[in-house]
């Protein structure tokens, strides 16, 4: 999903949308038992009906047009109110949504999908695959500004052959077009009257579980229950309602929580993790995400031009403690991208870690002394200067010295924009597809390649595995990438966090999800 | 804004003699207030910590420890240990040096600059009064931590550019205090009398008027430096001061107030550590302003002897 890029390409004072998102940690060993509890009443069918869900988000959704968002706290509310075609299932596999099946023409260049039968907008129109064509049309379109253009960068037409037929030529094989476009809700289907009248700002209307009431700063966001949502036959969505609140301040929201005047919380700060899981009357489930934490060397500056020093670094720094210092050991350090289990995940770390010794002899290799690395940081993100000071002790090990500079996040897109930088720090969250893991950052013509990489054969891999149907093969093709990636430093990995929700024990039925989309469509309040 | 001129034309011409009776009159007078006494000594132990702060700092400030993280104050950790481990009671006290240092130097420059305005605004009159007390009008409407903020806008965040924000916020107060005491001066005899056997401007400006604004300025020097300091403080605490992994005192309160649940030490510590300063300084300002008013200074004597 890459809310993180979105609000790296929309605009300096989106930063706060990504806070939440990247704060959350998470932890590999999980709460089985309490997973367990929230997903596993099934006693009567009775109590699963009724009631509104308090929900506290920590920031303030900028608005509402899904296609022009960056903002996660948007995405919380507007999850719930729309539909994609297709969208990613438990396992973040791609399942049927709008539309109920998909096919693809022997050369890989035509997708064909039949859109599901009886579902309306919230308006009470029919929804017919015009609206599919209409939506994709209008992110394609340079002057609607559409954050996401970017994923259709394969699709040539999108076109409705009739009522349920909607058809989808590509220029060349695109085996990530159902990433592309169920990932999120970036990609929503949206009628075309609230566009035109101009109230898609203000008064969203979906196909989703929850219609849109309204928006005030007292009342905060209020949806109430679908009852023609076109999954009704299935007694869904089980809540009357939900009722986004905004609370900004995590120790205020925590509270609100643990007082019972909210019912979930979008985050949990990491260092109050461990109170929490002893306290009976909340729930804290962590998952892991496809969210990774790194630092990035400025390959167009010396002395990080030369792979040996950027090495070095990678070799000297103790991923393990980065992440226990900033996430409170709810993240598992990695040297590469790709979290642990799932169908991408690439076990490889090449680098002894923490070898002060093996790191000093590669600076000495490369013939570099009294090194100073800046570390371009923020405080909008605080983890990002928790490692850095961190960073900067272990480093100091090695005689290398860590200069931190911590800047509002405006000013650090445009420093790294401007390529003024020794080494930038922060996270992309909400991978699914490998594409999302590598191109952008690491194709020598990736839009956020702002290291300066430049590796022919990655290019070439890249490019390759982009249009590569036969999935085992494509994989091949990643893991080869990101060998070499990984090797020269391009990114240097340092950790997984996982994804952290927390609710009231009254709560049922919700589950944090590995791409932390916020699905309220099977919750139920006990009692 | 504390001072009032009118006395000052009364020791203006005053011969030596007197004037040294008059600084032991205000030696007198501070020692008598326990509190100015009592800021003094805070102040000159804060200097002292500032100056050898590594030797007595039991552990470095960037000695970064993952399991001794968030423990509470106890014998090895006197202040206890923040989110990474290091220990409080080191950082707090490295810590002094920026304050002090800020506050020092951003003082200095507002003095540096507002003192001449001052000078020639109230000396010349006129229009280079208008123009200069305008500007400083301008500087003074807008709120300082504001207008500090903005400097730092333009300037980038950083210690250096902290105390050129705090010392352009500061500058208007002491132009107009100096303003002000110069208007009064201005008109004395003795400036007359010294214009009259032709002395140039900058020579009245100087050895006639200058020594007999240092009063109020003096004041207003030592309340300056504990609003300096809190403004570094807070513009630590925004993250525009001192760059992280150094000890600022503002920064570490910023820091501690996401863990005031689990670990209140670590924005307990670093706000008392503001609190006593600022309130030394404005201890000693208070006795400072009490022994240099001539009015206020009978009055406190009264007391004393009474």
């Not at chain 1, 022997?106 to 997708?111: C, G, I």
Request: with cysteine; proline share 5%; hydrophobic share 45%.
């Amino acid at each position: 999903m890459l809310f993180l890029a979105f609000a790296l390409v929309a605009s300096a004072c989106s930063g706060d949308d990504g806070i939440d998102v990247s704060d959350a940690p998470a932890d590999d060993t999980g709460d089985d038992d309490t997973s367990d509890d929230a997903t596993g009443d099934d006693d009567s069918g009775d109590s699963r009906s009724g009631g509104v869900l308090l929900a506290a988000q920590g920031a303030e959704p900028d608005r509402l047009d899904p296609h022009l968002t960056s903002a996660f706290a948007s995405f919380q509310v507007l999850e719930n109110v729309y539909d994609t075609l297709v969208q990613p299932g438990a396992d973040l596999s791609m399942e049927g949504a709008l539309a109920e099946s998909w096919e693809v023409s022997a050369d890989n260049l035509t997708w064909t999908f039949t859109m599901r039968d009886g579902v309306t907008w919230h308006n009470g129109r029919a929804f017919t695959a015009a609206d599919v064509e209409y939506s994709y049309n209008r992110i394609l379109d340079p002057e609607a500004g559409a954050a996401n253009a970017w994923r259709f960068g394969s699709v040539e037409s999108v076109s409705a052959v009739d009522d349920t037929t909607l058809e989808i030529k590509v220029s060349r094989p695109t085996p990530n077009l159902l990433v592309s476009i169920g990932a999120f809700k970036g990609m929503a289907i949206v009628p075309r009257e609230i566009v035109e009248d101009g109230t898609i700002d203000t008064q969203p209307v979906g196909t989703g579980p929850f219609k849109f009431v309204s928006s005030s700063p007292d009342q905060g966001i209020v949806l109430e229950r679908n009852d023609d949502y076109w999954r009704a036959d299935e007694g869904l969505p089980y809540l009357d309602g939900v009722t986004f609140t905004q609370i900004p301040d995590q120790t205020v929201k925590l509270t609100n929580l643990q007082t019972g005047e909210v019912d979930w919380v979008d985050t949990v700060p990491p260092q109050q993790l461990a109170g929490l899981e002893g306290d009976d009357s909340l729930v804290v489930m962590r998952v892991p995400g496809g969210d990774y934490h790194y630092f990035a060397l400025n390959q167009n500056r010396p002395p990080f031009d030369n792979v040996l020093v950027r090495q070095a670094i990678a070799t000297a720094i103790n991923r393990g403690e980065i992440a226990e210092a900033a996430q409170f050991g709810a993240a598992t350090a990695n040297q590469a991208a790709i979290p642990a289990g799932t169908f991408w995940t690439y076990d490889y770390s090449p680098f002894p870690a923490a070898d002060t010794d093996a790191a000093a002899a590669l600076l000495d290799e490369a013939g570099v002394t009294d090194l100073t690395i800046e570390f371009l940081v923020s405080s909008e993100f605080p983890e990002t200067v928790t490692q850095a000071e961190v960073i900067a002790a272990q480093l100091d090990a090695i005689g290398v010295a860590v200069e931190i500079r911590d800047v509002d996040f405006g000013t650090w897109l445009d420093v790294q924009g401007s390529g003024e930088f020794d080494a930038f720090m922060l996270s992309w969250i909400g991978n699914i597809d490998p594409d999302d893991f590598y191109y952008a950052q690491h194709h020598s013509d990736g839009g956020f390649n702002f290291q300066g990489y430049n590796n022919p054969d990655v290019d070439e891999l890249l490019d390759a595995a982009r249009v590569e149907t036969d999935e085992s093969a494509r994989k091949a093709l990643y893991e080869e990438a990101a060998t070499a990636i990984i090797d020269d430093a391009s990114y240097i990995y340092l950790y997984n966090p996982e994804n952290i929700n927390a609710w009231g024990a009254n709560v049922q039925g919700y589950v944090v999800r590995g791409d932390n989309a916020v699905r309220f469509e099977e919750t139920w309040l006990d009692g | 804004m504390t001072a009032t001129s009118s006395r000052d034309d009364h020791y203006a011409g005053e011969p030596i003699a007197e004037h040294r009776s008059r600084l032991r009159a205000t030696v007198d007078t501070i020692l008598l207030n326990r509190l100015a006494v009592t800021g003094l000594i805070i102040l000159l132990l804060l200097v002292i910590a500032a100056a050898i702060g590594p030797l007595v700092a039991p552990y470095g400030i960037n000695e970064i420890s993952i399991p001794d993280r968030l423990q509470g104050p106890s014998a090895s950790h006197w202040f206890g240990t923040d989110d990474l481990g290091r220990d409080l009671f080191s950082r707090v006290i490295i810590g002094s040096r920026v304050s002090l240092m800020v506050g020092f130097i951003a003082v200095g420059i507002a003095l540096l600059i507002g003192v001449p305005i001052g000078l020639a605004s109230g000396f010349y009159g006129g229009a280079v009064d208008s123009w200069l007390m305008r500007l400083m009008d301008i500087l003074f409407a807008l709120p300082a931590i504001l207008l500090a903020i903005a400097v730092l806008a333009v300037l980038g965040p950083g210690i250096g550019n902290a105390m050129i924000a705090i010392g352009i916020v500061y500058t208007p107060i002491f132009a107009r205090i100096t303003r002000g005491s110069v208007l009064t001066i201005k008109e004395s005899v003795f400036v007359s009398a010294a214009r009259s056997l032709g002395a140039t401007d900058i020579r009245i400006l100087r050895t006639h008027i200058l020594p007999n604004v240092v009063a109020p300025i003096t004041v207003q020097t030592s309340l300056s430096l504990a609003f300096a300091i809190l403004a570094e403080a807070a513009l630590s605490f925004l993250g525009l001061g001192v760059q992280p992994p150094d000890p600022a005192w503002g920064r570490m309160l910023a820091e501690g107030r996401g863990f005031f649940e689990q670990a209140p030490w670590m924005a307990i510590f670093p706000g008392l550590a503001i609190v006593i300063t600022v309130m030394a300084f404005n201890f000693v300002g208070d006795g400072l302003r009490d022994a240099l008013d001539p009015q206020q200074r009978s009055v406190i004597e009264s007391r004393g002897q009474g």
